[in-house]
């Protein structure tokens, strides 16, 4: 077979592996830091600011592990009560650039932190319509499919939604993870 030929079969074979999907390689393994699993993570509640109706809530997924570890994405959010029942919750991506954070691989160092936000309406504008608050909130990583558990206090969140969807609760919208604070 000719040289021309080889590259030829060599692209196309390329071309069809990457289709599927097999021939992609993650930002952590290109960085040569593994991606961060729940089991290395805790999370980590910060403070909220509000402004003109909407709450922002600064969360963190924490190294907890012995080695560096990297986040790339948005991560999911689930609230929970306090016997960690599912409470109705919709978890939608911010809008790209949200608060200057662009998507770029975190690389956590033990003990370090990745910042991530929940954006969300503080009234239904519906007159005294209640929506439930969390105790808990399950917190998965991005590209996991194990969550980390956040229980106390920082784990109130009362997310309520406004005409966009009708009357509703639970709506909470999710920054992408970031290496530095939001607030």
């Not at 919709?90 to 033990?110: N, Q, S, W």
């Not at 007159?127 to 980390?148: E, I, M, R, W």
Request: glycine content about 14%.
């Amino acid at each position: 077979m000719s040289r021309r030929r080889q590259r030829g079969t060599a692209a196309l074979l390329v071309a069809l592996v990457a289709g599927l999907g097999l021939a992609s390689v993650s930002s952590s393994a290109r960085s040569g830091v593994p991606t961060c699993s729940a089991a290395e993570l805790g999370a980590w509640g910060g403070p909220s600011s509000g402004a003109a109706g909407t709450i922002l809530t600064e969360f963190a997924f924490v190294n907890t592990g012995t080695r560096k570890c990297s986040l790339i994405g948005y991560p999911r959010l689930q609230m929970e009560n306090s016997a960690g029942g599912d409470i109705s919750t919709t978890d939608e991506h911010a809008p790209a650039g949200f608060d200057g954070i662009r998507r770029k691989l975190v690389i956590i160092a033990p003990g370090k932190r990745a910042y991530f936000g929940a954006a969300y309406p503080d009234s239904t504008g519906a007159g005294n319509k209640v929506c439930p608050t969390s105790t808990q909130l399950a917190l998965t990583p991005p590209d996991a499919s194990a969550p980390v558990t956040l229980a106390g206090s920082a784990a109130a969140i009362t997310p309520f939604a406004g005409s966009r969807t009708g009357i509703g609760c639970g709506i909470v919208q999710l920054t992408l993870v970031s290496a530095k604070r939001l607030f």
